[in-house]
């Protein structure tokens, strides 16, 4: 069983900041790559910032420049540091991970509404 905790999800205030964490438990795991993925109402679930075990990371393009990913493979866990926070960030939050087998595992998610 693996397990997917999100935290640090909230109400923030446009032009603020948000720092969001996950951390993975359960049976051992050879990650390949940890992401955070998010989904508004009405849209697709779309990538924010993914970074492999190798240092290669990716950006959605409506956050680039914005955010900030970190990750530890030694302890399985992954921050997201978000800036000037828009409106349109508002989604609920999630934390994803790619194992090297190809398996990939979704946390249950973190509600960011971004308030004017």
């Known amino acids: 069983q693996v397990q997917l905790v999100e935290s640090g999800g909230g109400v923030v205030q446009a032009g603020g900041s948000l720092r969001l964490s996950c951390a993975t438990s359960g049976r051992t795991l050879n990650i390949n790559t940890m992401a955070w993925f998010r989904q508004a109402p009405g849209k697709q679930r779309e990538l924010v910032a993914g970074?492999?075990?190798?240092?290669?990371?990716d950006f959605g393009d409506s956050v680039r420049g914005r955010v900030t990913i970190s990750t530890d493979y030694a302890k399985n866990t992954v921050h997201l540091q978000i800036n000037s926070l828009k409106l349109e960030d508002t989604a609920i939050y999630y934390c994803?991970?790619?194992?090297?087998?190809?398996?990939?595992?979704w946390g249950q998610g973190t509600q960011v509404t971004v308030s004017s």
């Open positions: 970074q492999t075990r190798s240092g290669n990371t």
């Open positions: 994803s991970i790619l194992t090297i087998g190809g398996s990939r595992y």
